[in-house]
């Protein structure tokens, strides 16, 4: 197996998780396509970056992100090789490489942004509750921690691959005070927080959100206890297709993942991801600012319109 088809394969085993660090893994991966190719003329060139971006793209359904950023980026760097008609195979490689590394650079200043806002919106002191694992949302809490605000966080186990251990641990480690609960033991700790902030894979035309599995249940206890429910979510979360009545495709993770050998006749379902009404989110937090739901795609066409078509 090659380096690259290793990287894709961590992505669909999770080894690789979350829709920014999967979106930046998928540019690792057209870096390595390049760095690794043999192409001898830029026609087969370019037919290797197609061909790699359309396997990368749907290494895992559910990630628009990574889905926009294949596509912003490869056009990007096919256009560059079309306008250098004398560039040599080795020039090109590089240029393309340098290209691509741009894009993760940019991913870090947003993500500083969404930070800086994010932290920002917290207050100087209070609980705050979050489900499985968004590097997204741990930037603003460390952010926030950094800034001197005295913030406890509740974080959510997340079955059935305890990613919220991943959060638990980031945010010990970084000092904070945190703690993690079986899944519905958040009841609890709801009625004395005072916000969510969840992640975003996805968020649709009508400001609905796609995240991990159990985000919905999560989004409806805030709202039965008065407590606001913010997403942090990168504009390239947006999925496009979804203004044109696309429907935001869901994940079924395989069954083993809830039990490896269950007794016959007992179904099982695993679906990754679910869908919460815009209805139930107080914001989005962008590296643009702060957004009501309803005004995200329009925000984020503004950031996507400039390189897509
Ligand atoms: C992870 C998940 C995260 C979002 C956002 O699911 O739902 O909340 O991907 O993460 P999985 P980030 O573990 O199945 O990938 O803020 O890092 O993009």
Sequence with gaps: MNRVDKLLKDITDLKVQGARNVAKAGIRAVIWTVEDSKAKTKEQLVKELRDARGRIMHVRPTEPMLRNMMRESVDFSISEIAGRPTASMEQLKKMIVRDEEKYIKKMEDSMANIAEFGSMLLPEKGLVVTHCHSSTVTGILKRAHRDGKKISVVCCETRPRFQGRLTAEELAKAGMDVTLTVDMGVNRFMKKADMVIVGADAVTAMGDLINKVG???????????????????????????????????????????????????????????????ARYINGYITEMGVVPPQALWTVAMKKLAREMR
Excluded: H
Excluded at 227 to 239: N, R
Excluded at 269 to 274: E, I, L, T
């Design 215 to 277: 985000t919905s249940a999560l989004a409806r206890l805030a709202r039965m206890n008065d407590v606001s429910f913010y997403s942090a979510a990168e504009l390239y979360k947006y999925d496009p297709l979804t203004i044109y009545g696309a429907r935001e495709a869901i994940e079924e993770r395989d069954r083993k993942e809830v039990w490896e050998r269950p007794p016959k006749g007992v179904k099982i379902s695993n679906p990754a991801f679910d869908a919460t009404a």
